[in-house]
């Protein structure tokens, strides 16, 4: 069941001298998902209780099918929430646990079945209705967490760091089962987490909260190639900045008038480009430099370069590139790689 979820100037003061939340504003289309992505205590669980209904924000509005829900119990919000850990009954069979909603809302036996069975096998847990909590993996626990919020059919999934208490391997594989069952049932999902790459992989689009501000809400590409800012572009693994200054639709750099395929405003600009993007080849914004440092990592060669006077630039290479250090080379930074960061 698809609808839209929009989150209106919210703030949340607990009190202390700042904020956790201040001024949020955005909105999730039906069916998509969003990672909510920032550092330990950047409000992300804040926002996501306050959509849950746990939480009344201190201002602001939350619209769940372009009705305001402030006052609407949690109950009522048809909203299902995901834990880090997957706070299952003990005592309590597989079964019982992903019914348990259904049964505190009467639903007639046979019907109720019918869905936890649906439920489970949309997690692959289909052979395990009987077990107990105890004789589950972790990951396990955690797809049976996700079979009982799937069981309500929920407007909205709110997962709250749902895959950080999994090791690495396990990790891999809810996460496909999330994007799964996700686009099977067109859920309107947001996924709170501090792992970049895990926002990277699962998000249609990606909001970016540090210090209880969004910072930048786009799809996971915009990112890497068009970062608002320095500090954006840091978080994402940005490498390489530049400083120039802006005119007549180049930059004059320590390295020289560098073009971008789209032009930055005149003025003193910082320029950014990703590690992967740097080439070992002439032409168009090329220059020289020399190779300070190699690091092999597998799948590629991350290289220190040191251009004319001075210039430090980081260029991922594929494995089979193999210059030395003390090597000479020919460096080319691709217009269309180029972005110009704003102030
Ligand atoms: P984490 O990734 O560590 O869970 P988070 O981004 O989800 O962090 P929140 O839990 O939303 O962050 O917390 C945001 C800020 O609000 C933090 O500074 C936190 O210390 C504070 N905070 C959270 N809950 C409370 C509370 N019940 N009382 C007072 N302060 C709180």
Redesign the pocket.
Request: one cysteine or more; hydrophobic letters at 20%.
């Given at each position: 069941m698809s609808t839209r979820l929009e989150i209106q100037d919210l703030t949340h003061s607990?009190?202390?001298d700042r904020p956790?939340l201040s001024g949020l504003t955005l909105s999730v289309e039906p069916g998509e998902l969003v990672a909510l992505l920032?550092p330990?205590?950047?409000?992300?669980?804040?926002?996501l209780k306050i959509i849950a209904g746990l939480l009344s924000p201190t201002a602001g509005d939350v619209r769940i099918g372009g009705r305001s829900v402030l006052n609407v119990p949690p109950e009522q919000r048809e909203a299902a929430m995901v834990f880090q850990k997957s706070l299952l009954f003990p005592h309590m069979t597989v079964e019982s646990n992903v019914g348990f909603g259904l049964r505190m809302r009467g639903t007639p036996r046979g019907e109720m079945r019918e869905r936890v069975e649906r439920a489970l096998r949309r997690v692959h847990m289909g052979g395990f209705a009987t077990r107990k909590p105890a004789a589950l993996s972790g990951g396990q626990q955690q797809r049976v967490a996700l079979a009982r919020a799937l069981v309500t059919e929920p407007r909205l999934l709110l997962l709250d760091?749902p895959l950080s208490a999994l090791d690495a391997n396990l990790r891999e594989g809810m996460r496909g089962l999330i994007k799964e069952v996700q686009r099977e049932g067109k859920h309107t999902t947001v996924f709170?987490t501090?792992d970049q790459e895990e926002a990277v992989i699962l998000a249609d689009r990606i909001a970016l909260v540090t210090d209880g501000h969004l910072r930048m809400y786009d799809r996971p590409e915009a990112f890497y190639d068009r970062p608002l800012n320095r500090e954006i572009a840091e978080f994402f693994g940005a490498a390489n900045f530049l400083h120039g200054q802006a005119r007549n639709g180049t930059v004059e750099t320590p390295l020289g008038a560098l073009k971008l395929a789209i032009p930055a405003t005149s003025g003193e600009v910082t320029l950014t480009i990703r590690p992967e993007a740097v080439r070992l080849e002439g032409g168009e914004n090329s220059f020289s430099a020399r190779v300070r440092e190699a690091t092999y990592l597998g799948t590629q060669v991350l290289y220190g370069l040191e251009a004319s006077g001075g210039v430090a630039l980081k260029a991922a290479l594929p494995p089979h590139t193999r210059l030395t250090v003390g090597d000479d080379v020919l460096v080319r930074l691709p217009a269309e790689s180029l972005w110009a960061l704003g102030r």
């Open positions: 607990y009190g202390g956790a920032g330990s205590g950047c409000g992300k669980t804040t926002a760091e709170v501090h």
